[in-house]
């Protein structure tokens, strides 16, 4: 879908929840409701190697107190990369002055399982890790229009729409083998599976997912069983997996990517659409993403990302989840542009979020800047923060990216 009027920083930041399939180009710029439940990790498990064995939450926690305050807070964000572009000094500066831990892979590229490699190898190159703590690094490899690594290496995906008509244990079969050729690419993040239920009187209408085939039918309990089998599949080639976008993104009609006071007034806290949320979680996604949107029966007036209804009471309460929360893109998209780069990323922390998606690498500095600065002057934020980061270190540790595995 073009986007007339729009740069090409904007034209890509489509990844995460709208998932509008950007033009390939030049870069811009477990059950897990459980922290040791998802997949067993070593310490020093290699980019493309399952990892082998499990971390302890105590000792995790450890490693995230010891951080400094500025490290902490950098565990806490995940930048968008364009997946065209080799690593420039501008960008290694900026994973540097802000200790980011994570890096979103953006755009589509065909350079293939080898090119994807040589990028993801430069990225890790030049992030910083702290006390061993080293970066993720995630893509949007849903299937359909929303595939954004493809080429020698990776098989052509088709979207949830037609994934839905396999046999469960087939999708399993097939959604481990793709995971597989994301590890060997330096992938261990698949943001995927969505998990929104678009009902069949809405259809295509519904623009961020019907319109786009991303999703896996109009019945929660098909599509409980659909995204669970993804998660699994993906979950046993040991790819993290984030079933997305909480509350449910698929009664709405606008895109939160291109336009603002998108809005659903029908969702509840008890919905049946929050079926597939939870069994994705039971099927081993350590990752639930927060829509941008506006549940009017929930938390009216405020976006789900920054609602601590949403995030607090019904993720960590209703659904008893404990691993990572993590936004829907807050750089460019539309929904949240009238609230500063600083406070989007205040927000979601202090709604008690643990992850903030920045699709916009320009505006990185603002948001770091601001939440360390209210962390230095709010002790009550601090521990927000560390909490946070206590969980981030435990997500790495399973995917090799933390030594807190148990002493031998």
């Not at 904007?10 to 922290?35: E, R």
């Amino acid at each position: 879908m073009q986007r007339p009027g729009t740069s090409l920083l904007l034209l890509v930041l489509a990844v995460t929840s709208c998932g509008t399939p950007p033009s390939s180009g030049p870069a811009a710029g477990g059950p897990a409701s459980t922290m040791t439940a998802a997949p067993a990790a070593s310490s020093t498990a290699p980019p493309g190697q399952p990892p082998s064995q499990s971390p302890t939450v105590a000792a995790c926690t450890d490693l995230a107190r010891s951080l400094t305050q500025p490290e902490q807070v950098g565990q806490l964000f995940m930048v968008g990369k364009g997946a065209n572009a080799p690593v420039d000094e501008e960008f290694r500066t900026i994973l540097r002055e802000t200790h980011t831990g994570s890096v979103l892979l953006l755009e589509n590229t065909s350079a293939g399982q080898a090119g994807v490699k040589r990028l993801t190898d430069q990225v890790r190159s030049a992030a910083v890790a702290p006390k061993g703590v080293r970066p993720l690094l995630a893509a949007d490899q849903e299937g359909g229009q929303v595939q954004r690594l493809k080429g020698a290496g990776f098989d052509t995906i088709p979207s949830a729409t037609e994934q839905a008509k396999l046999p469960n244990d087939e999708l399993e079969r097939r959604a481990r083998g793709w995971a597989e050729q994301l590890r060997a690419a330096g992938i261990e993040v698949d943001l995927a599976p969505v998990t929104d239920t678009v009902p069949s009187e809405v259809g295509t209408a519904n623009q961020p997912i019907g319109a786009l085939r991303r999703g896996y039918g109009s019945d929660p309990k098909v599509i409980e069983e659909k995204s669970s089998a993804f998660a699994r599949g993906m979950t046993a080639a040991g790819v993290s997996t984030s079933v997305k976008h909480f509350p449910n993104l698929g009664r709405v009609r606008g895109n939160t990517d291109l336009q603002a006071g998108v809005a659903d007034t029908q969702t509840t806290r008890t919905d049946a659409t929050l079926g597939p949320f939870r069994s994705g979680i039971a099927a081993g996604a350590d990752l639930v993403m927060v829509s941008t949107a506006i549940y009017s029966k929930i938390d009216p007036g405020r976006q789900a990302t920054f609602s601590k209804v949403i995030v607090t009471e019904m993720i960590r309460g209703d659904l008893g989840f404990t691993g990572v929360v993590i936004s829907d893109d807050l750089g460019a998209a539309k929904q949240v542009a009238q609230v500063s780069p600083g406070d989007r990323a205040v927000r979601f922390v202090e709604a008690g979020g643990d992850v903030v998606i920045n699709g916009d690498p320009a505006i990185q500095r603002q948001m770091v800047t601001a939440v360390r600065q209210r962390a230095e002057r709010d002790p009550a934020f601090a521990q927000r923060v560390t909490e946070s980061a206590g969980r981030v270190v435990s997500w790495k540790a399973r995917h090799g990216a933390a030594p807190c595995t148990p002493n031998r």
